[in-house]
């Protein structure tokens, strides 16, 4: 009886070290499981929330960028808008100096028209030129049919051009001043004296003046007109003045540099004189 008492209080004595024992070991247990879930929401929440905070981050941009890609297609539309504006505003002002273009040509025909009214007179424009080192020759729209012919005089606002010197129908060939093969007797306008001017080769606004009297005094600046000699050109129309004479040891020998008053780099109107 004693002997199965205390086999049965060292059982229970057993068992309930064995019991305390399992519930240390789940309460270990319990406290790693916690730690290693701390551990794990930590990582979690590390990797997680930048990703949420990015997010968040990219949501808003985009909600601020929709207002600014409407603001850039509001102003593009703009642009377009005055660039439209303004190639209305160029193609008005070509058409303002198409028209200030034309005044101004139609002035020049009327101020050659008083100035030479004593002559019968037929208005060109000049469509070609032929600018070389040996000729020197210009085309305008002129021709036959509007009762042009060879060896007409032609001039412009400022002074003497040159002459006809071929023709069609509806145009004809104009030798200027300045051309190689151009010779034109003129006059010292304040003196009367004669003389003899020539085109130069590689010059398309001096002329040299030849055949001067010995008597003739030459001043720069004095202004050289058309003689009426030769039967081409009638008297009096300007050529151009003096800007030079040079001496010789032979004064027959002298000569002087004539500037034309004609600009044939910029010569668009003439008037071809008939009679």
Known sequence: MILNMYKNSKTGMVGGIITLILLIILVIISNIQVDKMNSIENIFSAI????????????NKIAGNDSFF???????????ELLQKNSELEQSLRELEIIKAEN????????????????????????????????????????????????MTVISEKGLVGQIVSVTDTTAKVQTLVD???AVSATIKTTGDNMLLRGTLNDNTTLIASYIPTSATLL?????????????????ILIGTIKEVVNTQNITDRYAKVETAVD????????????
């Open 70 to 80: 409407t603001q850039v297609n509001e102003l593009k539309a703009e642009n377009e």
């Open 180 to 182: 190689s093969g151009t």
């Open 104 to 151: 101004a040509t139609l002035k020049e025909y009327v101020d050659l028209k008083d100035k030479y009214q004593e002559y019968e007179t037929v208005p060109a424009y000049v469509i070609n030129k032929d600018i070389g080192n040996y000729t020197n020759t210009v085309i305008i729209n002129a021709g036959k049919n509007d009762g042009i012919d060879v060896d």
């Open 220 to 236: 720069a600046g004095d202004t050289i007109e058309t003689s009426g000699l030769g039967g081409i050109y009638p008297k009096g």
């Open 48 to 59: 997680i929330n930048p990703i949420q905070n990015g997010i968040t981050y990219l949501k």
């Open 264 to 275: 044939f780099n910029k010569l668009n109107t003439v008037l071809v004189i008939k009679n």
